[in-house]
């Protein structure tokens, strides 16, 4: 009988109904999470898109005219949609990994 005890304490447990977690943010991480959202308001700001709008104007030209490699002008496109598109990408990710 002292066999079946754990097991139905197992079963009662599995038969339980799942709590939702709620998850929170760290506590003190107040100022960490300020300093990365004054990151990120950085690199997709008003001065990193007309930068990027600039870089893509001047590759875009150097690489028509032969004065650029393609495959770096390649890089530098895709680095900027990269940066650009990190907010999408991420939540792409998320939501196929099952996160809200």
């Known amino acids: 009988m002292n066999k079946l005890l754990p097991l139905a304490a197992v079963a009662a447990f599995a038969a339980a109904p799942a709590q939702a977690q709620v998850q929170g943010d760290p506590a003190g991480s107040s ?3 300020a300093a ?3 990151v990120q308001g950085t690199l997709l700001g008003n001065l990193a898109t007309t930068a990027a709008v600039i870089a893509v104007a001047l590759i875009g030209y150097l690489m028509l005219t032969g004065r650029f490699d393609w495959r770096r002008g390649i890089v530098v496109l895709v680095g900027i949609f990269i940066i650009f ?5 991420v939540a ?3 939501s196929l990994a099952g996160g809200a």
């Open 31 to 33: 100022p960490l999470l």
């Open 36 to 38: 990365l959202n004054w």
């Open 85 to 89: 598109g990190a907010v999408t990408i």
């Open 92 to 94: 792409g990710i998320r």
